[in-house]
Structure formats: C-alpha cells, structure tokens
C-alpha cells in the first residue's frame, strides 16, 4: 500500500513539474503543451505584421505630406495671384485740384482701398509720390507735391496703416504723366502715385 502511494506520489509531482515547465496558462488553469516546440513563427509573423503595418503607415504619412505640399504651393500660387491682383488696383493714382493738396471724395475712396490692401498685406511697405503740373515755380511745385503725399499718408494713418510703413517724396513739376500745356494735360499731372518698396 505505501509503494502505491509512493508511486502515485511521484506521478503527480512529475505532471505538476511537466506542466511548470511546458505549460501555458489559460484562464488561470495550466494546461500541457509538447516541450520544445518554439514560439519563434509566433513572433516572426507578427514582427512581420509590425513591419507591414509600419511600412502603409509611413506611406499614408508621405501621401499626406505631399498632398500637404501641393495644397501649400496652390494656395502660395493662389495668393500671390490675389497679390498681383491687388497691386493693379493699388497703383491707382489720386488727382488735386488746381494749387490744393485737399483729398477730393474720389481721391478719399482710392486711398479707403489701398488702407483694406495694406492693412492685408501688413509687410508692404509704400512710397508716396507728390506731382504738380508745370505751373509755379520749381521750390513752389516741390513743396506743393510734398503737401500733397503727406495729406495722402495722414489720411491712411487716420484709418490704421502704421506711419512707419509709408514714406513721401515730392517730384514736383519734374515727372508728368502727359505732356501738353492746357487743362487736359494739367489735370493729369496734379496726382500722387503710390509705388510698393
């Protein structure tokens, strides 16, 4: 009777030790498993499962960027289009009235557009150009051109372009727009022009 429980014994000790060693545990509750069987296609597969899902990952990022950078050049393209745009309509000039550096209600109108352009484009800076027609003299058409492109920049300070973004310079009589000595040819010359820097 004491060999039988011996041996009984010794059989479960060596299951309990068999499953230690080869078992995997399922649910809390160990179950036998043939030594020496080795996981290693477990893992290779899911490495490779890894490195798939890596590689459709890095290309999803690479078609995004891309997208990205052709999104980003259309719209630089479709700015610099909306740009070139509104500097056509920026170099619009104003005109006086004979001997006046007064801003006509036209003139007030012109400089409303290029205030909203400069306030959109906030790192343009501008030049204001002062012009007389031939009549006075030379001192007297400079100083008149200057009194001309300062009351143009006032009024664009006055609607929040910074003074700093905008400097003057009087032509006077020097440069015309037309030639000719009548009214027609005078009107023309009585202006300010606005040129980007």
């Not at 500097?87 to 007064?102: E, L, N, P, Q, V």
């Not at 310079?169 to 202006?191: C, F, Q, T, V």
Request: glycine share 6%.
């Amino acid at each position: 009777m004491g060999m039988r429980r011996l041996t009984f014994f010794l059989v479960i000790v060596v299951l309990v030790l068999l499953t230690a060693a080869c078992g995997v545990k399922k649910r809390g509750v160990p179950t036998v498993e043939p030594c020496g069987v080795s996981t290693d296609t477990d893992v290779a597969l899911s490495q490779a499962e890894q490195d798939r899902l890596a590689a459709e990952r890095d290309a999803l990022r690479a078609k995004e960027m891309a997208e990205r950078d052709a999104m980003s050049a259309k719209q630089r393209e479709m700015m610099q289009a909306q740009y070139r745009q509104a500097m056509g309509a920026f170099t619009t000039m104003i005109y006086y009235a004979f001997d006046s550096a007064d801003l006509s209600s036209e003139a007030q109108r012109i400089l409303r557009e290029k205030a909203d352009f400069l306030k959109k484009y906030p790192d343009t800076r501008i030049v204001i150009e002062g012009h007389c027609d031939e009549r006075g003299s030379n001192e007297y058409n400079l100083a008149l051109g200057e009194r001309r492109a300062e009351s143009a920049k006032k009024f664009l300070v006055d609607l929040g372009v910074a003074s700093s973004r905008m400097s003057t310079i009087s032509y006077g009589e020097e440069k015309p727009a037309a030639m000719g000595h009548g009214e027609d040819a005078w009107s023309l010359n009585r202006r300010s022009e606005f040129a980007v820097e």
